[in-house]
Nanobody, 125 residues
Framework: QVQLVESGGGLVQAGDSLRLSCAASARTFNTYVMGWFRQAPGKGREFVAALTWSGGRPVYADAVKGRFTISRDNAKNTVDLQMNSLKPEDTAAYYC??????????????????WGQGTQVTVSS
């Protein structure tokens, strides 16, 4: 059925930039918010950024605020994450997720019911 596919990850040095993209094979009517989460080896999944599909002010984790920017393209059913000034602490698998309108805050992974397979971001010092 509907799938989310992330792309744009890679190996970079500290201070470099990457742009991740999340493409939906199809958009369902119930999709309300698109979010980015990340998970490093041995650590839990953490919230990165989120944006409602119809617009509004984006939400960012404190760790990435001022460095990362989430954006959307409704016509293409894509959501991007521009990552600037990357740090080794940003190293993780990054996951795109889609959530509904009714339940949970955008910062909580329980809000989301559709997940991509992830794209690896590795930042060397």
């Amino acid at each position: 059925q509907v799938q989310l596919v992330e792309s744009g990850g890679g190996l970079v040095q500290a201070g470099d930039s990457l742009r991740l993209s999340c493409a939906a094979s199809a958009r369902t009517f119930n999709t309300y918010v698109m979010g980015w989460f990340r998970q490093a080896p041995g650590k839990g999944r953490e919230f990165v950024a989120a944006l409602t599909w119809s617009g509004g002010r984006p939400v960012y984790a404190d760790a990435v605020k001022g460095r990362f920017t989430i954006s959307r393209d409704n016509a293409k059913n894509t959501v991007d994450l521009q990552m600037n000034s990357l740090k080794p602490e940003d190293t993780a698998a990054y996951y795109c997720a889609a959530g509904g309108r009714a339940l949970g805050p955008m910062t909580s992974e329980t809000k989301y019911n559709l997940w991509g397979q992830g794209t690896q971001v590795t930042v060397s010092s």
